[in-house]
């Protein structure tokens, strides 16, 4: 079985306070006369972190990337020197005005991307995650499945753009390809990999001795059956505990290292088409098979080329894509509204 921060919004409430603050005493400084267009400008300023073409990059959006910004913090447990924030704060509110600057050249361009596009993204997410993962995914960030179908739209649509003005016109060379692979030899080698199948009766790390018992009981029943000569594929069907029991309990190829010790230690010291008796791990009880072995080894050119040109050509990419954000920016009029403070 596979082995399974930072004071920003302090910063950014200041932003608003300090904002609020300039613009309610300036009214009440003012004459019952006050310019209207002042009064809407500061407003602007207030509601706004950006003006890109004329178009407005809500403050709520770049507070947005703020929050996402604390939970990754908070996740890595790596507290930013305080002075690399006002650099990552700037980021955020980049990536926005370049979004931004996209959207508005897909629209310029007529670029249109299909609901059956959107829809099969969106699919490819949810058979990803159980639904319940799905849904506690959108809460966490702040979104219904209505505003992903848009984010996803708004980004193929983009990808669409890139795709026309950069990736089409980003050629690699054979002979780049080849040089690549001749310089970094490293890179193609493989370690030795089995491919196992597995039979799991889990237990949960909870379970009392009564549940233990009944799980091992069930395992050995199960052990019984295939020393019968009963098929390890049909059976791991019927009475795995793992989601691999749709594949017979395939779990493809795997090298040492992404695998819980017992499981390992036990798999590859198994022949091909050999079976294990009875492994305990954290996840229960389980009866491995090993269906097939590769020694170590290097890929060839052949079998790697048309990766290394994608990630050639991926290199290239990181170093046009700015120049073009440049070249966009410089068509366009910015208005930076969110001062740090």
């Known amino acids: 079985m596979k082995k399974v921060g930072l004071v920003v919004s302090g910063l950014i409430i200041f932003v608003f306070v300090a904002g609020y603050g300039f613009y309610a005493s300036s009214a009440a400084d003012k004459p019952p006369k006050e310019d209207a267009a002042k009064s809407a400008a500061s407003q602007t300023k207030l509601q706004n972190a950006a003006l890109v073409n004329g178009k ?27 002075k690399e924030m006002p650099a990552l704060k700037q980021r955020i509110l980049d990536n926005l005005i370049s979004r931004e600057l996209l959207s508005q050249e897909v629209a310029k361009k007529g670029i249109k991307v299909d ?35 848009e984010h996803f739209a708004s ?18 060379t054979p002979e780049e390809v080849k040089a690549f692979y001749d310089k970094n030899p490293e890179v193609f080698k493989t370690p030795e990999m089995i491919r196992a199948s597995h039979i799991l009766v889990k237990v949960d790390k909870t379970a009392t001795a009564e549940q233990k018992a009944k799980a091992l009981e069930k395992i050995q029943s199960v052990q019984k059956r295939l020393q019968a000569g009963e098929d390890f594929a049909q059976v791991a069907k019927e009475v795995s505990d793992c989601p691999s029991k749709a594949e017979g309990g395939d779990l ?3 090298q040492k ?7 390992e230690d ?12 009875i492994v305990e791990t954290e996840f229960g009880y389980h009866i491995i098979k090993v269906t097939d072995k590769k020694a170590p080894g290097t890929l060839s050119f052949d079998e790697v080329k048309s990766r290394i040109e994608q990630h050639i050509k991926s290199e290239k990419m990181s170093q046009e894509f700015p120049k073009y954000i440049d070249t966009l920016k410089a068509k366009a009029k910015i208005e930076i509204l969110v001062k740090e403070g």
């Open 56 to 82: 407005a990059i809500p403050m709520s959006d770049y507070q947005a990337g703020i929050d996402q910004l604390d939970r990754q913090i908070s996740m890595t447990g790596r507290q930013p020197d305080e």
């Open 115 to 149: 609901d059956a596009e959107v829809n099969a993204q969106l699919e490819t997410v949810k058979k990803g995650s159980s639904p319940e993962d799905f849904a506690n995914s959108l809460k966490q960030m702040n979104m219904t499945e209505k505003d992903l179908k």
């Open 155 to 172: 980004q193929l649509a983009i990808k669409k753009l890139v795709d026309k003005e950069l990736t089409s016109k980003v050629a690699v």
């Open 252 to 254: 493809n190829f795997f």
């Open 257 to 263: 290292g992404q695998m819980v010790a017992p499981f």
């Open 266 to 277: 036990t798999a590859f010291a198994l022949k091909t088409g050999e079976t294990s008796g």
